[in-house]
């Protein structure tokens, strides 16, 4: 048997995470330290409200429905944005370069985990007029800058 390597505990904590960020579609619930190498989050989308249509240059994300009924607007490997009504307990994976949008039908949650928050959001559409989310701009809108 091989001995376990010796690790430095001082910086380990055993404090919960979270931290809730507005949306004008509903709110996302942070639960990873904004400087992990992951994401995860819970997603809250308002019945009817969708996100923008987006396509991000760094991220990869990974979807599964927890609550309520949600659609994903998405393109297909042809190209062609397709739509899909999420099922609970099975996860909807994106790869950088492929636009989205996720739709809340009923109230909703969605658990969402990805990549780092990093790189730009290129918002195509949005129902709220925002720039794409650049660094800064993300960081603006979480008021963090």
Wanted: overall charge negative; proline content about 8%.
């Amino acid at each position: 048997m091989v001995d376990a390597p010796h690790f430095n505990p001082s910086h380990f904590t055993n404090e919960p995470y979270v931290r809730r960020i507005e949306k004008p579609w509903g709110y996302e619930l942070h639960l990873v330290p904004p400087h992990a190498p992951y994401m995860m989050k819970i997603i809250h989308i308002n019945a009817g409200a969708r996100f923008s249509l987006q396509v991000h240059d760094a991220k990869q994300e990974t979807w599964t429905l927890m609550n309520g009924q949600a659609k994903l607007i998405w393109e297909n490997n042809s190209g062609e944005m397709v739509e899909t009504e999420l099922e609970p307990s099975k996860g909807y994976n994106t790869l950088v370069g492929q636009k989205h949008r996720l739709m809340g039908v009923t109230d909703c949650d969605i658990l969402e985990c990805s990549t780092p928050e990093r790189g730009v959001t290129w918002r195509l559409e949005d129902d709220y007029s925002r720039p794409d989310e650049t660094p800064e701009q993300r960081a603006k809108e979480r008021g963090e800058s």
